[in-house]
């Protein structure tokens, strides 16, 4: 059996923070309804257009900043 090491943490790990998303916050609806989480990211993406559009403005301007980018 070889020898094998063990590391114990000396520092307990900090508890990670939980990342935000911004198409899940907190929305106020016309009617003065507020949802949130799921239901949130689903109403600010039917706005958008769905998703096909989302991700299409997306790469529209993914590719823009590339071919910006000077090279050599």
Do not use: H, Y
């Not at 609806?29 to 958008?48: C, F, N, P």
């Amino acid at each position: 059996m070889s020898n094998v090491l063990r590391f114990k943490r000396s520092v307990p790990p900090a508890a990670q923070p939980r990342k935000k998303d911004p198409w899940c916050a907190k929305l106020v609806m016309e009617d003065g309804r507020q949802i949130a989480g799921g239901a949130a990211r689903e109403a600010r993406l039917k706005a958008a257009g769905g998703v096909e559009t989302v991700m299409r403005e997306v790469f529209d301007r993914a590719s823009a900043l590339a071919s910006a980018r000077k090279t050599g």
